[in-house]
């Protein structure tokens, strides 16, 4: 018997290529998965969770491969082979990188040498999502006042939620890369 379903990682379409050195947002992209895991990565890398890339890595700088592999966590590509085949896919990404795409190996390297960077990336990207998602919800709809919104800071709970978010992301990677290489 055939399973119809078809795998998430293969038709998930990633924009990697935002995760060049250099690599601006178009004018409508402000709020999209891609910018706020890309605003993620860079606010983990000041806050002082600095990734190390392996040596022979491939030539994407470490801020960047966080942003990269955390945006594909958080888009369900899990493997470090289908991280590095989207990767080969993305014709702005290899250019940018004069065709140094980090192979499978180095992904895995790099998720087990950066495991609290990229969960720190995946959390706080939830939670710009998180109140992205709030924002909409109470904007009024036509004809209504806006209502006042206020500017908390997530409490101790939600903090925990993220972080187990991003902690179960981190954990299906690992498992699903060990289970891809038997």
Request: charged residues 25%; contains cysteine; aromatic residues 4%.
């Amino acid at each position: 018997m055939s399973d119809n379903k078809q795998d998430p990682a293969h038709s998930t379409t990633l924009h990697l290529s935002k995760f060049t050195p250099g690599a601006q947002p178009a004018a409508d992209e402000t709020a999209g998965m891609t910018i706020m895991i890309k605003r993620a990565a860079a606010e983990s890398v000041e806050q002082g969770a600095a990734p190390v890339v392996p040596k022979d890595g491939g030539a994407l700088p470490p801020g960047e491969m966080l942003g990269a592999v955390s945006y594909c966590y958080a888009k369900g590509v899990y493997t470090s082979e289908e991280i590095e085949q989207k990767m080969l896919k993305d014709p702005a990404l290899r250019e940018a990188v004069h065709g140094d795409v980090p192979d499978a190996k180095a992904i895995r390297r790099f998720r087990r040498l950066n495991h609290g960077a990229i969960q720190s990336t995946l959390a706080k990207a939830f939670g710009f999502l998180r109140n992205k998602q709030k924002a909409e919800m109470q904007k009024p709809s036509p004809g209504q006042p806006p209502t006042p919104q206020s500017a908390q800071p997530p409490g101790d709970s939600t903090v925990r939620l993220l972080n187990k978010q991003a902690e179960q992301r981190l954990d299906e990677a690992a498992f699903t890369d060990n289970m891809s290489k038997e």
